[in-house]
């Protein structure tokens, strides 16, 4: 199992996120258990392009103090929602042959949806930990409305396996 940790940003990592302080903490236990158990570690960044302020070299697209990666964990950059927009990933994850993803991160409704979905369509078993995403309030729906949405609603049984939180730390304990 590799752990991928998307988007946790400076530019959108704030209290404006739903439940953003336990969403904090969830997701530092997961890269906490995963580096006592060395269980691999995978970040990514999205790029919004130059000039937008959330680009390589902006300090908004930096990922947060929080939860920022160790020297010997991958990084990608991705300009797309789904990390497998990421062609260095995708080939990277073929090499390793491995097939099972816990997804944890930034937006649920954007950049987590794609790549739970991108990963199901390749035949990844997709493990998703409960309170391990979040997103904002939008123009249709409030940010827990959102995350209830799919993490309740949309991916259980369909495209991903969502679990507790003590059973993501069991299964990164497992491995």
């Known amino acids: 199992m590799i752990l991928l940790i998307i988007d946790i940003q400076k530019g959108i990592t704030d209290d404006r996120l739903y439940a953003f302080d336990s969403f904090i903490q969830n997701t530092q236990k997961l890269i906490d258990t ?16 130059v000039g937008t302020g959330f680009s390589v070299g902006d ?3 930096e990922i947060a103090d929080q939860v920022a990666p160790e020297k010997n964990e991958k990084v990608y950059v991705k300009t797309i929602n789904s990390c497998f927009g990421s062609k260095e990933f995708a080939e990277y994850l073929e090499k390793t042959g491995e097939k099972e993803l816990m997804i944890a991160g930034l937006q649920t409704n954007f950049c987590i949806d794609a790549t739970i979905k991108s990963a199901f369509e390749r035949g990844f078993r997709v493990v998703v930990p409960k309170g391990a995403n979040s997103t904002f ?19 259980p049984k369909r495209f991903a396996e969502c679990v507790s939180m003590d059973e993501a730390v069991s299964m990164l304990a497992k491995k």
């Open 137 to 155: 309030d939008n123009d249709y729906m409030s940010g827990e409305t959102t995350y209830r949405y799919y993490n309740d609603m949309m991916w």
């Open 34 to 49: 995963a580096r006592k158990n060395n269980v691999e570690l995978i970040y990514f960044q999205h790029d919004d392009g």
């Open 59 to 61: 300090t908004d697209f």
